[in-house]
């Protein structure tokens, strides 16, 4: 099943914002959006945003959840030492009948 | 809130069968869905298997399905992925997932490793 885009990695410098993308079609991201999770090493992810961009309480306000037609962003703003992670898009596709994932994203905070 | 964990991962050889166990805890009323994710030794995060709690309507990912059976307990509040005709490429630590709060994946266990080798 083919997969949202995302870029592999990102860097950005400690304190500086960091907007990560999510590319997909009409099929999943342009139809419902995308969530955004965030994994460190060795734990499992944890759920930023919902497709809808709401934030789930205990969640930052230095994470923001966006669209523009088939793709979704992930801003980061004020980097801090404990954003590095892994980062991933999720959707639901209406014409697989399936969830799909990002590829991922590791962000680096120089 | 809602609390997973995952049981039933082991070394298994190809061609083999074995059944993951997800035991739910906390506000289950409120869930909308349960879901199995799977993540490859230093890959990136695969969706599996679903169940809507709502229409009861269950889904597979292309790479399992007619492999694969989700199936839950309602009794026992707890969901089970049936994984026959294993793999190498199955190796994976497998991960219960809920959607509780929204329609994406909010409640995550630690996750059970399944190891298809010979």
């Known amino acids: 099943q083919a997969g949202l885009t995302q870029p592999p990695s990102v860097s950005k410098a400690l304190r500086q914002t960091a907007t990560l993308t999510c590319t997909g079609n009409?099929?999943?991201?342009?139809?419902?959006?995308a969530a955004w999770l965030q994994q460190h090493p060795g734990h499992p992810p944890k759920i930023l945003s919902y497709?809808?961009?709401h934030r789930p309480s205990g969640i930052s306000e230095r994470f923001s959840a966006s669209k523009s037609g088939n793709t979704a962003s992930l801003t980061i703003t004020g980097l801090q030492p404990e954003d590095e992670a892994d980062y991933y898009c999720?959707?639901?596709?209406?014409?697989?009948?399936?969830?799909?994932f990002g590829g991922g994203t590791k962000l680096t905070v120089l | 809130e809602v609390q997973v964990l995952e049981s039933g991962g082991n070394l298994v050889h190809p061609g083999g069968s074995l059944r993951l166990s997800c035991a739910v805890s906390?506000?289950?009323?409120?869930?909308?869905?349960m879901n199995w994710v799977r993540q490859a030794p230093g890959e990136g995060l695969e969706w599996v298997s679903g169940?809507?709690?709502?229409?009861?309507?269950?889904n597979y990912a292309d790479s399992v399905k007619g492999r694969f059976t989700v199936s839950r307990d309602s009794s026992k509040n707890t969901l089970y992925l049936q994984m026959n005709n294993l793999r190498v490429e199955d190796t994976a630590l497998y991960y219960c997932?809920?959607?509780?709060?929204?329609?994406?994946?909010?409640?995550w266990g630690r996750g059970t490793l399944v190891i298809v080798s010979s």
């Open positions: 999720s959707a639901w596709d209406d014409s697989l009948s399936a969830r799909i």
């Open positions: 497709r809808d961009g």
């Open positions: 169940i809507n709690f709502v229409n009861g309507k269950s």
């Open positions: 906390g506000f289950t009323s409120t869930i909308r869905a």
């Open positions: 009409s099929n999943n991201v342009g139809n419902l959006g």
């Open positions: 997932v809920g959607e509780v709060a929204g329609w994406d994946f909010d409640s």
